[in-house]
């Protein structure tokens, strides 16, 4: 049963409100003072620290040190005779006309076009459609798919794929071939697997 009276009404409408607006203002006024702050006192010692001496080291007394003799007292073979410097050759930089004006050969056989790549790959590339022990079922599955207009073949049992007779198609002449008899054999319910033959 519910309570339709004005009093408990008041008192579910009073329990729901928000915290004062008051508080979330004078926590926002306190932090923005608090980062003033700090600020105001890093720009000051900043300051200071400009503006303090660096301190030196104290001067030590000075030991008596002889100066050196005179040139003429020297003897003769101690001089070192003064040497010319040779002027510098002037700036004169050539890489850039060396690399306009000459040819580099390189020995690289031309490479081969995406379609003689594409072809290449095409001939290695047959859809599986089955495998069977039995070479009778292989050839009727081979058959039936004669009859779809597709070349089938079958691969014959050896050690190397397991004994089993593998129905293929291929090897096709182009992608649009390869996707055509993809298409057509899932249409008519067949699984395939895409297979590359070394």
Not at 23 to 32: E, K
Not at 108 to 115: D, F, L, N, Q, S
Not at 157 to 164: E, I, R
Not at 171 to 197: M, T, Y
């Amino acid at each position: 049963m519910r309570d339709y009276s004005s009093q408990a009404m008041k008192h579910r409408r009073g329990s729901s409100r928000s915290p004062r607006p008051a508080l979330g203002i004078t926590l926002s006024l306190l932090v923005i003072a608090t980062v003033a702050v700090g600020l105001i006192w890093l720009s000051q010692r900043t300051e200071d620290q400009a503006v303090s001496p660096v301190a030196r080291p104290a001067p030590t007394p000075a030991t008596q040190v002889t100066p050196p003799p005179p040139a003429s007292a020297r003897p003769e073979s101690a001089i070192a005779p003064i040497q010319e410097v040779p002027d510098a050759p002037p700036n004169h930089f050539t890489f850039y006309d060396i690399l306009v004006k000459n040819e580099v050969a390189i020995d690289v056989a031309p490479a081969e076009t995406r379609e003689e790549v594409i072809a290449k790959q095409l001939k290695s590339t047959l859809v599986q459609v089955a495998s069977f022990r039995n070479a009778s079922d292989a050839e009727s599955t081979r058959v039936e798919l004669l009859l779809l207009n597709m070349q089938a073949r079958i691969i014959p049992a050896s050690s190397d794929n397991g004994g089993w007779h593998r129905v293929v198609v291929g090897p096709f002449e182009s992608v649009r071939d390869l996707e055509s008899a993809k298409d057509r054999l899932a249409k008519n319910g067949h699984d395939f697997l895409q297979i590359q033959v070394r």
